[in-house]
């Protein structure tokens, strides 16, 4: 008999639905990039028992506002079941989910974290976009990401939720970093990652290509997710990558 009860006890275990995890995490990745930019990432996500959505996008066949309503309304979806929906951006990603949120309420959201973000736009985009191929590597989006008055990013206005901010200040893009008059991590000032209304933000030693695959960068943007927080002993206490 103890043996028949052990046996029900597993079967009614196994019929009872697994419960999500109440936190989901959207990833979006950058200008020209694709989701595998943000695998490592998304792996570590996981590992800390985080529901991930890995968006692709076609980030140089539309305006950013398209770009908006293509990527973010589907990963949505997909967060839909959890208690709370987060972001994780690298570089234009960011742009997007602040374009959503200007037209959008996102009634479940939590936090959102940016690495490397032109929240005011990018120096590098008002020196090269009238250079012939600009617009054909880059495509509208990112002729939209300058400084100036056909910026988007500085027409979105201060943040009105809960996100932080991670930049780098390593270049591996000399030529680039000439163009930009402050430190900066080869396509993005340090001064023009900042956003009115922040919660938080750090400079990591890291270059914009490579953030998103740094182990420290990872580190702190788990740390943001479950805390709200930069934790700033880390960037002594990390391995480098």
């Known amino acids: 008999m103890a043996m028949n009860h052990k046996i029900i006890i597993i079967l009614i275990f ?11 995490v959207v990833l979006l990745h950058g ?4 989701n595998s930019s943000m695998k490592k990432l998304n792996i ?10 890995n968006v692709d996008y076609p980030s140089r066949d539309y305006t950013i506002e398209k770009l908006a309503k293509i990527a973010i309304p589907p990963a949505l979806k997909q967060c839909s079941s959890h ?16 374009q959503y949120l200007s ?16 929240n005011q736009g990018s120096e590098v985009v008002d020196k090269l976009k009238r250079i012939p191929g600009f617009h054909f590597i880059n495509g509208d989006a990112g ?3 300058g400084t100036g008055d056909m ?15 991670i930049a780098g200040t390593e270049s591996i893009n000399l030529i680039l970093s000439i163009i930009i008059p402050s430190t900066d991590d080869g396509k993005v000032s340090v001064a023009r990652t900042k956003l009115e209304g922040m919660h938080d933000h750090i400079e990591m030693e890291t270059s914009h290509p490579f953030m998103m695959k740094n182990k420290k960068v990872i580190a702190q943007v788990i740390h943001y997710l479950k805390y709200g927080n930069f934790e700033r002993k880390k960037l002594q206490q990390d391995p480098e990558t």
Not at 14 to 24: E, K, M, R
């Open 151 to 165: 910026s988007i990013p500085n027409q979105l206005g201060p943040a009105n939720f809960d996100v932080g901010i």
């Open 143 to 145: 002729v939209q990401l």
């Open 44 to 53: 570590e996500l996981q590992k800390e028992n985080f529901q991930t959505v």
């Open 83 to 98: 208690d709370e929906i987060n972001f994780v951006t690298h570089s234009l990603g960011g742009i997007l989910v602040r």
């Open 103 to 118: 037209n959008h309420a996102i009634p479940k959201l939590g936090r959102v974290v940016m690495l490397g973000p032109p």
């Open 14 to 24: 196994l019929l009872i639905p697994l419960q999500t995890h109440a936190s989901c």
């Open 31 to 34: 200008l020209a990039r694709s």
